[in-house]
């Protein structure tokens, strides 16, 4: 048992190991493994969530089909460009932000208009990072530790000189992960000796009109407080498909029909959703979700403090889960193996999972394959290290049990199974007792070698046991070339005493048989001898406690043993007590079979007095 405790131990120690072990790289910021084991874990869990209603302060002008229709090209040129800023600024937003890259000059005097525009509107031009092979946008910004690490850009495209000095700058790099679905948008990032917001954080800024403050674990913007993840990366908490942000088209605005109220004290972001002519994104809820939509998601979590939590702390419960899960299912496997003990824990893994389902309804993103593929593996090697090692003690309790049916009877063997205690107190009852001996015997080992003798002996215990066995009888003890055997162990009856009497005749026509397939020089030897009593006995254990073995005591027993001798006395194979012959019954017709003398008082020695026995001989052979 305490080897047991000890490998229990040992096995939960070595499970909270491996869970530890897979929690520190999630923990400094994430593992490209577990990340894309989460990823369509989270998806998930944004269907189950569904579709959110929109924050209301964000306007996006959409360059789309209907506008390139009506201006007739795509790009826009500059001059419309200029004319749909300048339109946007008369209705009073809080900024305009524009997803269109303006790295290549145009008509001069388009570019000049569209300078002019942005200076007289609080605006915000995009530019973008460029990374170097094997470094991308989609690289989880954290994967590098807690150390606030940003992301480094070998590069920065920037907008035209005249443009750039018009408007506030930021990069509209966006984080995906290996199926294409943006998770974070950086909201810095590093280029050489430059730190360079991103274009959703310093349009926030400019709409706040306040610059943000930085924090170990999230920025504050607007009286919000965002919590990021490690080198400030904001995940995405999309609200839906594509329209679910207030979109409208930049043709409604260059006509003048939009009205003023979808723009005034809002944020405004232009880009394109053209067909064929803008960037797309594959969400949960949509799979060509415009690329501007995706930055205004992020310009909304940062301006509405609603997108999802991610950072150390929350990083922190997984790392712990991580730990404590496979420990707790390699103890539950200890306690308890049956379907029960897996079916807790298949409850307590759907537990985590819905736990982790309603953090992110709150906007807490919980790690749902982190705690599990730490507690999978270790239950599967657990369990499969438990069922080996209770096949090998089967197998050995297997082994014990049938070497144990070689020392006990198989009816005793399986009472004791059960019921361990049996015996341990005496039991008076009624019983049937024979005594078998072997006349002759040891005359007869001075003539025989060893070897000779001794499968005599197995020959003679063999065929005892064997009767014993079919008559419901049990061989109390084997004594050198004799035998006691009862009748009424483990359990009596009212067949006891038939069945010793139909044993006795059986006994003596299986020895007959077995005698004369003995050499002669053995067989002339030896003979036989049977005495057979009904009455009380006491039944115990005997013994010390580290060996103890069942058997009876009492006058019955003695008696049965002197009947033994009186049959050898008188010339019988088998001498009778008148009480087992009146307790047998009908079955007292066997002993036709033979010659039957009694009753007749029988003296016994060492007991006063005389009981009524009769003697059962073997019919002789007929003569040649």
Known sequence: MRLRHASTLIAAALAGLWGACLALPHWRGGSDLLDRVEAPLADLRFVIQGPRPAPDAITIVAIDDRTIQTTGSYPLPRATMARLVSSLALMKPNVIALDILFIDPGPPEGDLALAEALRKAPSVLAAAGVFKPGEHASRDPGDRGLDARLPEAANVLLPLGSLAGAAAL???????????????????????????????????????????????????????????EA????????????????????????????????????????????????????????PVLPGVEVLATAIAHLTEGDGLVRDGSVRSVDAAMAVILPVLFVLLLSWQRSAWGFALIAGIALGWIGVTAAAFTRGIWLSASLPLLAAGPAVAFFGAAQLWLD?????????????????????????????????????????????????????????????????????????????????????????????????????PSPQDAGNALAACLALCARMEIWLAALPVRIATRLGFKI????????????????????????????????????????????????????????????????????????????????????????????AR
């Open 231 to 286: 080198g400030y990366a904001l995940p995405l908490r999309f609200y839906g498909p594509g329209g679910t942000i207030r979109t409208v088209s930049a043709s409604e605005v260059l006509n003048g029909t939009l009205a003023e109220d979808a723009v005034r004290g809002r944020t405004v972001v232009i880009g394109a959703t053209v067909t064929g002519g803008g960037d797309t994104f594959s969400t949960p809820f949509d």
């Open 170 to 228: 930021g990069v509209v790099n966006i984080a995906i992960d290996a199926s294409g679905v943006p998770r974070h948008v950086p909201l810095l990032l590093r280029s050489g000796d430059r730190i360079v917001p991103s274009f959703p954080l310093r349009a926030a800024s400019v709409a706040a009109k306040q610059d943000p403050v930085l924090r170990p674990d999230g920025i504050d913007l607007g009286g919000a407080s965002i919590r990021t």
């Open 391 to 491: 096949r090998r003690r089967a197998d050995h309790l297997s082994a014990q049990s049938r070497t144990l049916r070689r020392f006990q009877p198989p009816s005793l063997t399986e009472r004791l199974t059960k019921d361990p205690t049996f015996l341990m107190q005496p039991i008076r009852q009624q019983a049937a007792v024979i005594f078998i001996d072997l006349s002759g015997f040891t005359g007869m080992t001075e003539i025989i070698p060893l070897d000779e003798t001794r499968e005599v002996l197995r020959g003679f215990h063999t065929l005892v046991d064997e009767e014993a066995v079919a008559h419901h009888g049990i061989v109390a003890s084997f004594m050198g070339d004799g035998a006691m055997i009862l009748f009424g162990l483990p359990d």
């Open 531 to 622: 005495g057979a009593h009904y009455g009380g006995i006491l039944a115990s254990r005997l013994g010390g406690d580290s060996h103890q073995h069942i058997t009876a005591t009492g006058d019955t027993v003695n008696v049965a043993s002197r009947l033994m001798e009186v049959a050898a006395a008188r010339g019988a194979d088998v001498a009778l007590s008148d009480a087992l012959l009146q307790a047998a019954g009908p079955i007292r017709s066997v002993l036709r079979s033979g010659s039957l003398d009694g009753p007749q008082a029988t003296p016994i020695r060492g007991r006063a007095g005389s009981i009524p026995a009769w003697f059962w001989r073997r019919e002789p052979p007929p």
